[in-house]
């Protein structure tokens, strides 16, 4: 196949960045997006230009680490899909590929692809946990769970903060995110005690980070690569509201 | 990152209550217009009857004072909200993100403009007219707010800005009324599931039954 790619290139936080194109002759089908943009990157290195840097690690889909614009969609056109598990199968000989890197006030770009997403690691950090400060883990099955509940708060939980929710939103809102990490927790006994408290320390963080507002148009859940599911945001909302009453 | 007066979510359930009560509002008003689809004579009695006696409730006026307060309030917040999310978006040389969601629910602040400037003619039309123009009266020495109505469905440029106006407010509501029981945390699925039906109807309701009174009113008086 041959791919011509249009790629956001910038040197550092503070320059101005551009596309820049590239051809790419004998791309495999079989390839995963991240091979085809490591194989341009070989290519780059020997000509002596700087390779295109962009975030990634497990290249399994569960990590959450990879995360590019492709073609103007978050991971690609596929849905519910990292951009490690995007194949080069999905696009066609001779097609253009724009990739450029999440974009928010949130999420600052390093450089080229590759972005600061450590503001989800703050609003973790404000409260997505529970305060059990001594000991060590209790016997896993001294607090009684039902299925039901367990198979609920472990899809709020699959959340891998991989950022394409605040990437897809036109308002650049970390909703999703945030209410998946309120959910897990608010869900499950050991959380609950603490539900509101972290329902209003998390939101602040949220708001802190720059984020926008959610708007509610279900795209975050469209793009999100485990399929988190908007009722978490309903559900943050709800455990914000009683946080505000019950404080 | 300095710290804002109200979080986003705040903001947010403010825009959910005055538009849950506006919603709210609507059926009353279009239960009262059903009114106009009477047989001619009858519906004058009846309609200007009721607006006589709307107008005269103390209990109604403390709710239209309500009324105007959700109005601005939602128009006001609503520009806030729009402004403070411009400022924090990312933007893209080569963007499809639109793939992922509804056009309507990307554009609510648009379909909101078409229905303020529908509100600006619908207020000086009827509203400012009944409280503050000279009416002539009718059998009963009630205003004659029937005719105002009629007249003014009178030109088929009025009738088709009144319908699409309406469009633009069933969109809205499409969007905006399971948005707001989101917002407000309703997040059982069943509910959920409910309420999306539920709201698809009350919008298809809301925008036909409003949508059919200028039509109907100019096809069988013009």
């Known amino acids: 196949m041959k791919i011509f790619l249009k790629i956001w290139r910038q040197k550092d936080a503070k320059s101005n960045g551009k596309l820049v194109d590239y051809e790419m002759d004998n791309v495999i ?16 290195v020997v000509s002596g230009e700087h390779p295109v840097e962009f975030d990634h690690d497990c290249r399994e889909g569960i990590c959450g680490q990879c995360g590019m614009m492709i073609n103007g969609r978050a991971h690609g056109p596929l849905k519910n899909t990292t951009t490690c598990q995007l194949h080069m199968r999905s696009f ?7 990739v450029e890197p999440f974009r928010a006030e949130g999420f600052p770009i390093k450089r080229d692809l590759k972005v600061d997403r450590s503001a989800f690691d703050r609003i973790i950090g404000a409260g997505g946990f529970v305060s059990v400060n001594t000991g060590q883990a209790p016997e896993a099955n001294s607090i009684p769970i039902t299925h039901e509940i367990a198979e609920s708060a472990f899809d709020s939980a699959a959340c891998i903060g991989c950022g394409a929710c605040v990437a897809t ?26 539900a509101h408290k972290r329902a209003l320390t998390m939101v602040a963080q949220m708001d802190a980070e720059d984020f926008g507002h959610c708007s509610n148009t279900e795209a975050c859940e469209v793009e999100c690569p485990q399929g988190i599911s908007v009722l978490n ?9 009683k946080g505000n009453i019950l404080k | 990152m300095k710290k804002e007066t109200l979080s986003t979510l705040s903001r947010k359930y403010l825009m959910a209550l005055t538009g849950l009560f506006l919603c709210f509002f609507l059926v009353i008003h279009l239960a009262g217009n059903f009114q106009l689809f009477l047989p001619e004579a009858q519906a004058r009695e009846s309609f200007n009857g009721y ?15 309500i009324l105007y307060a959700s109005i601005i309030i939602h128009s006001v917040d609503a520009l806030v909200i729009t402004v403070f999310n411009r400022k924090k978006a990312g933007k893209y040389e080569y963007d499809k993100r639109g793939a992922a969601s509804k056009w309507y629910s990307r554009n609510m602040g648009v379909l909101g403009t078409v229905i303020l400037i529908f509100l600006v003619f619908h207020f000086k039309d009827f509203w400012y007219q009944y409280k503050f123009g000279t009416l002539p009266l009718d059998a009963a020495g009630n205003k004659d707010l029937y005719e105002i109505v009629i007249r003014a469905y009178g030109d088929i440029w009025y009738v088709l800005f009144y319908v699409l106006a309406m469009f633009a407010l069933g969109y809205h509501l499409l969007h905006g009324f399971y948005s707001a029981a989101r917002t407000i945390g309703v997040y ?33 008086h013009y």
Not at chain 1, 29 to 43: A, Q, V
Not at chain 1, 92 to 98: H, V
Not at chain 2, 195 to 211: D, H, L
């Open chain 2, 51 to 65: 607006s006589k006696l709307l107008s005269g409730n103390i209990f109604i006026k403390a709710v239209s004072y």
């Open chain 1, 233 to 241: 945001i309903a559900r943050m909302n709800w455990e914000f509201l």
């Open chain 2, 188 to 220: 059982h699925p069943r509910y959920v599931a409910f309420i999306r039906v539920f709201g698809t109807w009350y919008s298809y309701i809301i925008t036909f039954g409003f949508a059919a009174i200028p039509l109907y009113i100019y096809f069988t």
């Open chain 1, 29 to 44: 089908p079989h390839m995963s997006f991240l091979e085809m943009m490591d194989t341009l990157n070989e290519k780059l």
């Open chain 1, 92 to 98: 066609k000989d001779g097609d253009t590929i724009y």
């Open chain 1, 169 to 194: 939103c036109k308002n650049s809102s970390a909703a999703l995110f945030t209410s998946a990490k309120i959910s897990h927790l608010a869900k499950l006994p050991q959380g609950q005690q603490e």
